[in-house]
Nanobody, 118 residues
Framework: QVQLVESGGGLVQAGGSLRLSCAASGSIFSSVTMGWYRQAPGKQRELVAAITSGTRTNYADSVKGRFTISRDNAKNTVYLQMNSLKPEDTAVYYC????????????WGQGTQVTVSS
């Protein structure tokens, strides 16, 4: 069973930065896409950023130019560097792992709270 553990959330003032980490453990996959999603109060969970095994990235329009997703396969960890944070970024951020290929397996982390004050 795959386990995902997020860390790095917290309280920050608008304009500040945070770096989220998500460490994966358990079953080994040959190739996976990893991503960050967030859910704010009263809103649906949405994709923030994702990165494939080939390091292709995708970002929500609202975070382009401010957030950067990266991964360290040796550490089985994905990161989300968040700069120029805005109050609208306040949400619970969730890490997700998706296996690539014919087998479709998905795993979610428990989430980490990010709060941006004005």
């Amino acid at each position: 069973q795959v386990q995902l553990v997020e860390s790095g959330g917290g309280l920050v003032q608008a304009g500040g930065s945070l770096r989220l980490s998500c460490a994966a453990s358990g079953s080994i996959f040959s190739s996976v896409t990893m991503g960050w999603y967030r859910q704010a109060p009263g809103k649906q969970r949405e994709l923030v950023a994702a990165i494939t095994s080939g390091t292709r990235t995708n970002y929500a329009d609202s975070v382009k130019g401010r957030f950067t997703i990266s991964r360290d396969n040796a550490k089985n960890t994905v990161y989300l560097q968040m700069n120029s944070l805005k109050p609208e970024d306040t949400a619970v951020y969730y890490c997700r792992l998706d296996s690539e290929g014919v087998r479709s397996l998905r795993f979610w982390g428990q989430g980490t709270q990010v709060t941006v004050s004005s």
